[in-house]
């Protein structure tokens, strides 16, 4: 009788984190599911164990905006076995906020705890390999360069700029983790879930909030943007693929910006130092 496998999700109140943990669910998979509120929380289990034909799923409360909350969950987790770690939590704000510990908030999370987050489960995903990890990234990492002079964007912010930032983050993080993984029987990849009509960008106001909710009316369903995800935490056929950067199940190019080594092992080495990780 085969194992059942576990996927930890992050983000999966909503939106593409939710239809995946369902998704999953339906598979028989056993889903741990990472929210930042109770009650939304709840409400996603809920949904996810209706539709769940192995093990019920969990619920697990963690808010990335601190980085204490990535550890105690991490710490939560440990000794546990999971066989892909999703890592698909996200914001875009409008206006600049700091987390608890002093990060821009879009850089904080969006980068900085899923970087702690993976660096803290890699042993037990080495110990569990085969092993995956899926990064939701976006196809807005092509709109931007990094500013390693400024990653905390205290000289100019722009919302919709450190979004892109971030993401660019989340495919060089990749790109190095990958370097890093290699010949450990875990795999890496990053993907674009397409403009998917969610609740992502609820807390963003003024002309981009404005955009969004109009935006939402021609974009993808959550069920079509949790597709690539789905499919790189499950599919044989990316069996031993990693490094790469996918859209709609296809491998694609990333941005020149996103395919630089330098940058990346230089990302890699200061995310490091700003989350209190040895080098």
């Given at each position: 009788?085969?194992?059942?496998?576990?996927?930890?999700?992050?983000?999966?109140?909503?939106?593409?984190?939710?239809?995946?943990?369902?998704?999953?669910?339906?598979?028989?998979?056993?889903?741990?599911?990472?929210?930042?509120?109770?009650?939304?929380?709840?409400?996603?289990?809920?949904?996810?164990?209706?539709?769940?034909?192995?093990?019920?799923?969990?619920?697990?409360?963690?808010?990335?905006?601190?980085?204490?909350?990535?550890?105690?969950?991490?710490?939560?987790?440990?000794?546990?076995?999971?066989?892909?770690?999703?890592?698909?939590?996200?914001?875009?704000?409008?206006?600049?906020?700091?987390?608890?510990?002093?990060?821009?908030?879009?850089?904080?999370?969006?980068?900085?705890?899923?970087?702690?987050?993976?660096?803290?489960?890699?042993?037990?995903?080495?110990?569990?390999?085969?092993?995956?990890?899926?990064?939701?990234?976006?196809?807005?990492?092509?709109?931007?360069?990094?500013?390693?002079?400024?990653?905390?964007?205290?000289?100019?912010?722009?919302?919709?700029?450190?979004?892109?930032?971030?993401?660019?983050?989340?495919?060089?993080?990749?790109?190095?983790?990958?370097?890093?993984?290699?010949?450990?029987?875990?795999?890496?990849?990053?993907?674009?879930?397409?403009?998917v009509a969610t609740g992502f960008g609820r807390e963003t106001s003024g002309l981009w909030g404005?955009?969004?909710?109009?935006?939402?009316?021609?974009?993808?369903?959550?069920?079509?943007?949790?597709?690539?995800?789905?499919?790189?935490?499950?599919?044989?056929?990316?069996?031993?693929?990693?490094?790469?950067?996918?859209?709609?199940?296809?491998?694609?190019?990333?941005?020149?910006?996103?395919?630089?080594?330098?940058?990346a092992a230089r990302l890699w080495e200061t995310s490091a130092r700003m989350v209190g990780l040895?080098?």
């Amino acid at each position: 009788m085969n194992e059942t496998k576990t996927c930890m999700v992050t983000g999966a109140n909503s939106g593409v984190g939710l239809v995946s943990a369902r998704e999953l669910a339906k598979q028989g998979w056993s889903v741990l599911m990472v929210c930042r509120d109770r009650a939304r929380g709840e409400e996603a289990l809920a949904s996810v164990r209706a539709a769940a034909s192995g093990p019920a799923p969990e619920l697990l409360l963690a808010d990335f905006a601190s980085l204490a909350e990535v550890r105690r969950l991490a710490s939560e987790v440990s000794g546990r076995r999971i066989d892909v770690l999703m890592n698909n939590a996200g914001l875009m704000l409008t206006e600049r906020r700091a987390t608890r510990d002093g990060f821009e908030t879009t850089f904080g999370v969006n980068h900085l705890a899923p970087f702690l987050l993976t660096n803290l489960l890699l042993d037990g995903l080495r110990a569990n390999a085969p092993s995956r990890i899926v990064n939701v990234s976006s196809r807005a990492h092509t709109r931007s360069t990094l500013d390693f002079d400024d990653l905390n964007a205290e000289k100019n912010f722009d919302g919709w700029q450190a979004y892109c930032r971030s993401k660019l983050c989340n495919v060089l993080f990749t790109q190095e983790l990958a370097r890093r993984l290699e010949g450990s029987g875990v795999t890496v990849n990053a993907l674009h879930p397409g403009m998917v009509a969610t609740g992502f960008g609820r807390e963003t106001s003024g002309l981009w909030g404005a955009l969004l909710k109009i935006g939402r009316f021609v974009m993808t369903t959550p069920e079509q943007g949790a597709r690539t995800q789905v499919w790189l935490a499950t599919s044989p056929e990316v069996a031993g693929v990693s490094g790469r950067y996918f859209i709609d199940c296809k491998p694609v190019a990333t941005s020149r910006a996103g395919a630089d080594p330098v940058a990346a092992a230089r990302l890699w080495e200061t995310s490091a130092r700003m989350v209190g990780l040895a080098a």
